[in-house]
């Protein structure tokens, strides 16, 4: 057993729960997000999600095995995190792309620091081998907060978006998970459907 102070257990704020979303955490993951989207640097979307999209996605997530988790605080959601695939080609079936997002009211407060490392733990069990983020070049929270958890910069997409009026970069950041490349994978189930 590990001892009662060891930084994994002081650094995790104990007043946050992570766990696999329900359908009944739509209404607040689509509020997060439309807070994002209209504001922030996270995401690319001309149209407001709806309540339909996340659940839509949510269901494929869970069918495939992928995870699809939120943050708890005070009986809140305060946050979300979830895990698609790389591209749809067969051969990338052990890589996923992942996105995380936190509300606007607890951001900093330590909810990245608890779903990330959360999805990389469900991504791993479920036998995934490569994990990507696509960060805007400018997103110096989610960059700091990725690297935190043991992804690098692997390349820069230039001018590849424009939003608010100006072209954007974005940065591709990876991270092995599991046994990496180190060992041939442990076949897992694949599906076309998105
Ligand atoms: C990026 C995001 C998910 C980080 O989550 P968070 O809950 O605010 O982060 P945490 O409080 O757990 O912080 C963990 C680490 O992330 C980094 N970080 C978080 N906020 C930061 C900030 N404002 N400035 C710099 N680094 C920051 C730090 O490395 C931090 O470690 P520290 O506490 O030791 O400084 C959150 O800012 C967010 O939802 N942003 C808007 C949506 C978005 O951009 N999503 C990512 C799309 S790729």
């Known amino acids: 057993m590990k001892p009662a102070t060891s930084e994994s257990v002081l650094d995790r704020p104990r007043d946050v729960t992570v ?23 996270g995401e690319f979307d001309a149209e407001p999600m709806q309540a339909v ?8 997530m869970l069918r495939r095995r992928l995870p699809h988790l939120v ?23 052990y890589a996923v792309k992942h996105s995380i997002y936190v509300h606007p009211d607890h951001l900093h407060s330590g909810i990245g620091r608890q779903l990330l490392p959360a999805l990389v733990e ?20 989610s960059q700091s907060l990725h690297e ?9 997409l230039e001018g590849v978006g424009f939003k608010y009026g100006k ?19 442990v076949e897992i189930a694949y599906s076309r459907t998105t």
């Open 19 to 41: 766990r696999s979303s329900t359908e009944s955490d739509v209404a607040s993951m689509v509020a997060i997000y439309t807070h994002h989207v209209t504001r922030g640097l």
């Open 53 to 60: 999209d996340i659940n839509r996605r949510r269901k494929n």
């Open 71 to 93: 943050a708890e605080r005070d009986g809140m959601v305060v946050g979300y995190a979830y895990a698609v695939p790389f591209r749809k080609r067969p051969a990338y079936r």
């Open 122 to 141: 469900a991504c791993t069990g479920a036998g995934y081998r490569q994990m990507f983020a696509y960060i805007d070049a400018e997103n110096v929270p």
């Open 148 to 156: 935190v958890h043991g992804f690098r910069r692997v390349g820069l």
């Open 167 to 185: 072209w954007t970069d974005t940065l591709l950041m990876q991270r092995a998970i599991g046994e990496g490349t180190t060992t041939a994978p």
